[in-house]
């Protein structure tokens, strides 16, 4: 009897063992389904790519507000938007290049905490309307060749400026052919260019969705 008692013991252990690794296994699954269903859901673009190059500027002092308004620099981005910009890097890894991140999406907080900063619309979209960027739908962004450095793009990330628009052409034939690949592919990939800020684009079907404040977490 006491034989048969162990044995049972035993058995039951095995099937906890199992079921645990099985409901492990479900919720992977379920996670992976639920994220693939709803594109809309923010996610941290690291996790689905690792050939992105990034330099968070809203990190850093090193910014035009001249203040460091982001705790740490996370990319994150709705689904559809990493998707669309993982098929435009692709295209530019085919050629020698590599996107780099200036900005992601950004929560409604920091927009407001910029705004005070600098409150004036030329240079900072209005919380109360909220931008692409609020919606996780904008990307600030420039090209980097394998080796990590800069193309030229004629001015700097948030130069404030006609030289900084794709309509300015008084520019080298190298910077205006830089610029002409950058939105020729992010177009192609489902992107809209903004005419005075080179770096910055919009996913076509990013201004439907809603404003957000979701945030992320940092590894302190
Ligand atoms: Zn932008």
Known sequence: MKF????YSLVLFVLSIGSCMGQ????????KKALLQNDTAFVNIKAFSKDFVYDMKYATNDNFLKEKVYNCGECLLRLKTVNAIIKANTVFIKKGYRIKFFDCYRPLDIQKKMWSIVSNPKYVADPAK??????????DITLVDLEGNEVDMGTTFDF???KASHNYMMLSKEVI???KLLKKIMEGAGFVSFD???WHYNLKTALKDKVSNTKWDCVE
């Open 130 to 139: 909220g931008s692409i960027h609020n919606r996780g739908g904008a990307v």
């Open 24 to 31: 492990e296994l479900n919720h992977k699954t379920i996670g």
């Open 160 to 162: 404030f400026g006609e």
């Open 4 to 7: 048969f008692l162990i044995i």
């Open 196 to 198: 005075s800020e080179w």
């Open 177 to 179: 052919e830089n610029r």
